[in-house]
């Protein structure tokens, strides 16, 4: 009964590689969100959706691309795998797309590119 | 811009005591929502406690406290009684009436609680 479940939980991958992260969430939120979290801990929004809209694309390299089939799913394809791009991926979810209410972390993704 | 600061990249406290944590943020907008987030060693991000622009009393929930100062655009984090359990790090984040619910995070304060 988790609320937000990202798979995988680990992923290591070599460089050029194209790798794919699912989430998941039963709360019934119509917001999801990447954040991606650095090696020195910073936390940064890559994308959001409303009820499988796209409303943040932040400067994110197009070698990402997120889908969202329905409100409850949102993946996240990474194409041609760069050692840069090591970090750990968090997905989330909330209410609503207006200011003010809190996030549901997923318990994130730890993404090693070797 | 918007921007959050948390200007303390470690702390430590002894149990059992009193800890504040601080978080300044910089923003014209004059609807916001201040969180604090907290993230153990295990990695999950856990929400704190909330604190909207407009509420006149600091929010509390259990140990932790915000102490909101609008003036100054700070909103630190008290824990109360500090436990063993309380060491990891924190982040204080903003997110804005205008944008899409888009959390802006500091960089994070590393608590040490020492028995």
């Known amino acids: 009964d988790t609320a937000v479940s990202q798979t995988p939980k680990y992923l290591v991958t070599q460089m050029g590689n194209d790798k794919s992260i699912k989430c998941e969430q039963n709360l019934g939120h119509d917001t999801m969100y990447w954040y991606k979290q650095d090696s020195k801990k910073f936390l940064k929004i890559m994308f959001s959706?409303?009820?499988?809209?796209?409303?943040i694309n932040e400067t994110v390299p197009n070698r990402f691309s997120p889908k969202s089939p329905d409100k409850a799913h949102l993946n996240l394809h990474i194409n041609s795998l760069e050692l840069g791009d090591s970090a750990v991926y968090f997905c989330a979810s909330s209410h609503s797309r207006v200011a003010n209410y809190g996030y549901t972390f997923g318990s994130g993704t730890r993404l090693t590119v070797v | 811009a918007q921007k959050i600061t948390q200007t303390q990249p470690g702390m430590f406290v002894q149990e059992k005591e009193a800890v504040t944590l601080d978080c300044t943020y910089d923003?014209?907008?004059?609807?916001?929502?201040l969180f604090w987030y907290k993230q153990p060693s295990s990695g999950e991000m856990i929400f704190l406690i909330y604190?909207?622009?407009?509420?006149?009393q600091n929010a509390t929930e259990g140990r932790y406290s915000l102490n909101f100062q609008k003036a100054r655009k700070s909103a630190n984090l008290v824990i109360s009684a500090s436990q063993l359990g309380d060491s990891a790090m924190y982040f204080c984040a903003m997110s804005l009436s205008g944008g899409y619910n888009k959390l802006i995070f500091g960089a994070g304060t590393r608590l040490a609680v020492h028995p």
């Open positions: 604190q909207g622009s407009y509420d006149q």
């Open positions: 959706y409303n009820n499988k809209e796209l409303i």
């Open positions: 923003t014209s907008d004059p609807s916001y929502g």
